[in-house]
C-alpha cells in the first residue's frame, strides 16, 4: 500500500498560537520524514481576532465547508486584547466545535519526568488523569439573555441545557475511554446535590450506562470535593468525566498540578467520524509572552501527537511522547517549567531526538 496522506487544517489564531503551531508542524514535519510510513499535508488558515477587527468575521463565509474536507484541524489559541473574551471564543472556537458536533472534549494530564508538580511528594507516575469534557451544550450552550441592559434592575439568564442524548453519548465515550487505559477507573463527577435536575440526569445515566461496563470501576464525586480529591489523593484518580463548565474547571487545575499549563493537550472530538476533530493546546493566547519566543511548544507537540493516535498513527504518536518527555527529562525546559529554553531550542531538542531514534 502507498503511504497515506493526511490533510490537515492549521489555524494558529492569536497570541502565541502562531509560535507554538509552527514549532508543532516542524516537529510533525521532522517526525513524518524520518518514519517514512505516512504523509502530511498541511493548509494554514489565518482565521483569527486580526481577521474579525477586518472584515467583521472570525470565519470568512463557506469557510465551515472549506474546513470538512480535511481529516482534522490544528488549531492555535484565539484571544486578544481588544476584543471580548466571549466575541473571540463563540467566534472561532465554538463556531468550529458546535456545528461539527465535537461533543468529547478529551484532556490528558501527567507529571513528565524532569518537571516538579507543585504538590509535595507528587511525583511522574502519581498524577495521570484523561479528563473527558461534554463539549456541546451544558452551562456553555449559549441558552439566555439579558434584559432592561444597564438598568438597575438588569436581568441576566445562563440557562444549562443537558439532554439525555449528549449526556449518554458523552459518559459512554468517558467509560469506553478508562477501558483503554490499564487502570479501568472512571470518575464521573457532578453537583447532584445542588444542581437537582441536569446534574441528576448525569447519575442516573451514568448508573445505566456502567451496566454495559462492567470490567470498569466508577465511582462518583461533587465538583467541590473533586478539587480536594485531585490535590490530596492524586493517585486514586485515572478518567474523569464532568459537564462543560465542570470540566473546563476542573482541568485547569488538573495542568496547574501537573506542572504548568504550557504542558497539557485537548482534543475536540466527534467520535462518529463524520466531521473532522481539532486539537489545540489547552492554554489561550498568553498576551504577557506573545513574541518573546519562550512559549512552551509541549502542550501543541502532545496535541500533535494526540492528533496523529486519533488518525490511526499510534506508533509515531507514542515515539513523539517518548522523544518530547526525553528531551523534558534532559533539562531542555522554558521557563514556565523551571528551565531557561526558547521555543524553538524545545522544538530543535525534539527534532534532535527524533532523528537520534529512527
Ligand atoms: P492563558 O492560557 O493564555 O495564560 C495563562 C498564563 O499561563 C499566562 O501567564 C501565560 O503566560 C501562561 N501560559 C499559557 N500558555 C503558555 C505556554 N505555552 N508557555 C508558557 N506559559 C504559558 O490564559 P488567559 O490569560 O486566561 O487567557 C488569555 C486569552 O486566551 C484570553 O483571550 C482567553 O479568552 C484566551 N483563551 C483561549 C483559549 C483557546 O483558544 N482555547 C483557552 C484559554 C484562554
Ligand atoms: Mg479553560
Redesign the pocket.
Known amino acids: 500500500r502507498g503511504r497515506p496522506t493526511y490533510k490537515i487544517a492549521s489555524i494558529p ?5 502562531p509560535e ?1 503551531v509552527e514549532a508543532g508542524i516542524t516537529v510533525l514535519k521532522c517526525l513524518t520524514k524520518a518514519l517514512y510510513t505516512f504523509n502530511l499535508e498541511f493548509e494554514h488558515f489565518n482565521w483569527s481576532s486580526n481577521l474579525y477587527l477586518k472584515t467583521g468575521k472570525y470565519i470568512p463565509d463557506g469557510g465551515l465547508e472549506r474546513l470538512k474536507e480535511f481529516d482534522a484541524i490544528l ?7 481588544n ?1 471580548p ?1 466571549h466575541i ?2 463563540w467566534g ?2 465554538l463556531a468550529i466545535c458546535q456545528p461539527f458536533q465535537q461533543y468529547a472534549n478529551v484532556r490528558p494530564t501527567k507529571i513528565f519526568k524532569g518537571t516538579q508538580s507543585p504538590l509535595r511528594n507528587c511525583n511522574p507516575g502519581d498524577l495521570n488523569w484523561v479528563i473527558v469534557r461534554e463539549n456541546s451544550e451544558g452551562e456553555y450552550a449559549g441558552q439566555g439573555g439579558r434584559s432592561h441592559i444597564g438598568q438597575l434592575w438588569e436581568v441576566a439568564t445562563e440557562v444549562a441545557i443537558f439532554t439525555r442524548h449528549a449526556v449518554e453519548r458523552l459518559i459512554r465515550f468517558a467509560f469506553e475511554t478508562a477501558r483503554s487505559r490499564p487502570r479501568k477507573l472512571l470518575t464521573v463527577v457532578t453537583k447532584s446535590n445542588a444542581q437537582r435536575n441536569g446534574m441528576v440526569l448525569w447519575d442516573e445515566v451514568a448508573e445505566l450506562v456502567a451496566k454495559d461496563f462492567p470490567d470498569v470501576t466508577y465511582d462518583k464525586m461533587l465538583v467541590d470535593a473533586m478539587t480536594v480529591r485531585m490535590t490530596l489523593k492524586p493517585e486514586t484518580l485515572d478518567t474523569i468525566v464532568a459537564s462543560n463548565l465542570h470540566a473546563d474547571i476542573l482541568s485547569d487545575l488538573a495542568a496547574a498540578l501537573a506542572g ?3 504542558i497539557a493537550p ?1 482534543s475536540n472530538l466527534d467520535p462518529t467520524r463524520k466531521n473532522p476533530s481539532m486539537f ?10 506573545t513574541g518573546k519566543g ?7 507537540f502532545w496535541t500533535a501527537a494526540e492528533m496523529l493516535a486519533w488518525l490511526g498513527e499510534e506508533d509515531a504518536s507514542n515515539t513523539l511522547m517518548e522523544c518530547v518527555e526525553q528531551v523534558c527529562e534532559k533539562g531542555v525546559k ?3 517549567l523551571g528551565g531557561n529554553a526558547t521555543t524553538i531550542q524545545v522544538t530543535e531538542a525534539v527534532c534532535e531526538e527524533i532523528e537520534r531514534r529512527l
Open positions: 489564531a492569536d497570541g502565541i498560537g507554538v488549531f492555535g489559541a484565539v484571544g486578544a486584547p476584543v473574551d473571540s471564543l472561532l472556537r504548568s499549563i504550557g485537548t489545540e493546546p489547552i492554554h489561550g493566547s498568553a498576551f504577557d509572552i519562550i512559549a512552551n511548544p509541549v502542550a501543541t522554558t521557563v514556565d
